[in-house]
C-alpha cells in the first residue's frame, strides 16, 4: 500500500512475495486472501459489466483481483494497440482485446507465470487471436518504444517500489498522446517508515 | 500517484472513480486507518 520507497527495503523479498502471493491468486483464487477476487466482486464492487465478465472463461475472471476497473475510464477504441501491465489472468486484457477487435492488438504483460498461463488459455479458449502474452514487470516493460495507444493496468504499481521507473517505462512505450487508464490504490494518511518498510503492508 | 505521473511528463492527469476495495475483507481495518481506497486514474502522454 505504500506510495514511495524507503532506501532499505528489501525489494527483492518483496517481489519474490509478490510473486508467491499472486501465484496462488491463480492457481487457487478460492483460498484466503485479504483481498477479494473474482466476477461477482467485479460486477458489484467496481462496476464491470456482468454480461461481458459471464462471456469470459472462469478460469480467467475467478482469479481476479483487481482495485478498481480501468475500463470505466474510457472505452478501448477498435484498432487500438493496448497493453495490459501485470494482466494477471486476464480479465482486463480479454475484455480490452474484445473492444479493440482484429485490426488491434493487446499485450499481457507478468512476471507471474501461472497467471500468465491463465491469461493464454484464456484468450485461446475466447478464441481471441489478438492477444500476446509475455514475460516482464512494470519496471522493464518488453515493449518496444512509442508502440502503445492505451496502457492499463489494474492494482499492480502500488506494489512496485521503483514507481518513478515504472511510469517512465510506461511514457516510453506510449505512443505520443497515447492514454493511461490504470486502476490502483492511494493511501489518505502519511505513513511512518516503518509501516514503509513493512513487507505485509506492501503485499497487503 | 498523481504527483508520479505528472513529474513524468503526462497530462491531464486525474482520478476519475473511487472504490471501498477492501470493505468486507480481513483488511478493512487496516485500510479504514490508513484511508486506502482504489482509485481510477487518466492520463495523456504529451
Not at chain 1, 478501448?76 to 480479454?94: E, F, H, T, W
Not at chain 1, 495507444?149 to 514507481?163: F, H, M, Q, R, T
Not at chain 2, 480481513?26 to 486507518?33: D, E, L, P, V
Request: proline residues 5%; aromatic residues 4%.
Amino acid at each position: 500500500m505504500a506510495v514511495t520507497c524507503p532506501v532499505d527495503l528489501d525489494t527483492t523479498r518483496l517481489r519474490a512475495e509478490v510473486q508467491t502471493m499472486y501465484a496462488r491468486v491463480a492457481t487457487a483464487p478460492d483460498g484466503e486472501f485479504h483481498f477479494h477476487r473474482g466476477s461477482g466482486y467485479a460486477s458489484t464492487r467496481l462496476g464491470y459489466d456482468a454480461n461481458k465478465l459471464a462471456a469470459l472463461p472462469s478460469d480467467v475472471t475467478s482469479s481476479f483481483a483487481g482495485v478498481g476497473n480501468p475500463h470505466a475510464v474510457s472505452p478501448i477504441p477498435p484498432g487500438a494497440v493496448v497493453v495490459d501491465i501485470g494482466c494477471g489472468a486476464g480479465m482486463d486484457l480479454l475484455i480490452a482485446a474484445r473492444r479493440t477487435g482484429p485490426t488491434g492488438q493487446v499485450i499481457g504483460v507478468d512476471m507471474t507465470e501461472p497467471m500468465r498461463r491463465r491469461a493464454a488459455a484464456g484468450a485461446a479458449a475466447c478464441g481471441l487471436t489478438n492477444v500476446e502474452i509475455r514475460a516482464g514487470d512494470a519496471t522493464r516493460l518488453p515493449v518496444a518504444d512509442a508502440s502503445v495507444d492505451v496502457v492499463i493496468s489494474n492494482g499492480v504499481l502500488n506494489l512496485v517500489p521503483e514507481k518513478g521507473r515504472a511510469v517512465a517505462e510506461i511514457a516510453r512505450i506510449l505512443k505520443p498522446g497515447g492514454r493511461v487508464q490504470i486502476a490502483d490504490i492511494v493511501i489518505g494518511k502519511v505513513l511512518s517508515d516503518d509501516c514503509l518498510r513493512d513487507i505485509d503492508l506492501w503485499t497487503g | 500517484m498523481i504527483g508520479v505521473f505528472t513529474s513524468a511528463g503526462f497530462t491531464n492527469v486525474a482520478l476519475t472513480h473511487r472504490y471501498d476495495c477492501f470493505e468486507g475483507t480481513t483488511k478493512q481495518s487496516t485500510a479504514r486507518r490508513y484511508r486506502v481506497q482504489g482509485v481510477n486514474l487518466s492520463a495523456k502522454r504529451s
